[in-house]
């Protein structure tokens, strides 16, 4: 595992979402749809680190039983923190243009994605 993973994971994540608010506001100039971008980014990134924290909390875990166990939790709160992010988005966040936010949600994904299978 590259211990480098996080930050370079981090970074590919920070100009992704720079991309994306700057085309944002060029073609759109609506601060609605640069939230929106905001958001989605942020709801796929967070749980992403709350799984990486918890399943390597402890470093690399040798015993397989431990190992699952770990993923299994990590798994399970990163959906909790998904829906809760999704939820207080839609319930406080009003004027949110969904297509903005479910968009730039799945390119954070994406990304996550596509760095970790390059890794």
Do not use: E
């Not at 601060?31 to 929106?36: I, R």
């Not at 319930?91 to 730039?104: D, G, K």
Request: positive net charge; contains cysteine.
């Amino acid at each position: 595992m590259n211990k480098n993973l996080p930050w370079i994971l981090l970074k590919y994540q920070l100009v992704i979402l720079l991309v994306m608010l700057v085309l944002s506001y060029i073609l759109f100039k609506n601060v609605d749809v640069l939230l929106s971008v905001l958001c989605g980014s942020l709801i796929a990134a967070l749980p992403v680190y709350l799984y990486g924290y918890i399943v390597f909390s402890k470093g690399l875990v040798v015993k397989p039983k431990l190992a699952l166990l770990l993923h299994q939790k990590a798994m399970l709160l990163k959906f909790v923190l998904n829906l809760i992010l999704f939820v207080l988005v839609i319930l406080i966040f009003r004027h949110c243009n969904y297509m903005f936010l479910f968009t730039s949600y799945i390119i954070t994904q994406a990304v996550i994605w596509l760095i970790l299978l390059k890794k």
